[in-house]
Nanobody, 123 residues
Framework: QVPLVESGGGLVQAGGSLRLSCAAS????????MGWFRQAPGKEREFVAA????????YYADSVKGRFTMSRDNAKSTVFLQTNSLTPEDTAVYYC????????????????WGQGTQVTVSS
């Protein structure tokens, strides 16, 4: 088990920004691929971003490229998702997740999930 706790969600106007955080525990954090997914009401959970174990590689969904930035601080066992230029289409519950697979981006490749943090963007 790798307990994951997300924070930083909230209500923001379109064009605004939020910084999501995910605190992890466990020895495997520093060697794991970390990811963010999101799920809007009535929709399937979708990939948002992922980062390699050392932060050297990041992967983004086309819908967030250029607006979202994922980073990690292995010393603090924390990953971040900086979200800018938010639109109402970004409204969803955002989940932090972890994978032992290099380059993981598919839902099935991620093993543990946080409880999620709600992001709501008003128009």
């Amino acid at each position: 088990q790798v307990p994951l706790v997300e924070s930083g969600g909230g209500l923001v106007q379109a064009g605004g920004s939020l910084r999501l955080s995910c605190a992890a525990s466990g020895r495997t954090f520093s060697s794991a691929t970390m990811g963010w997914f999101r799920q809007a009401p009535g929709k399937e959970r979708e990939f948002v971003a992922a980062i390699s174990w050392n932060g050297g590689r990041t992967y983004y969904a086309d819908s967030v490229k250029g607006r979202f930035t994922m980073s990690r601080d292995n010393a603090k066992s924390t990953v971040f998702l900086q979200t800018n230029s938010l639109t109402p289409e970004d409204t969803a519950v955002y989940y932090c997740t972890v994978s032992s697979r290099v380059g993981a981006s598919a839902l099935w490749e991620f093993e543990y999930w946080g409880q999620g943090t709600q992001v709501t963007v008003s128009s």
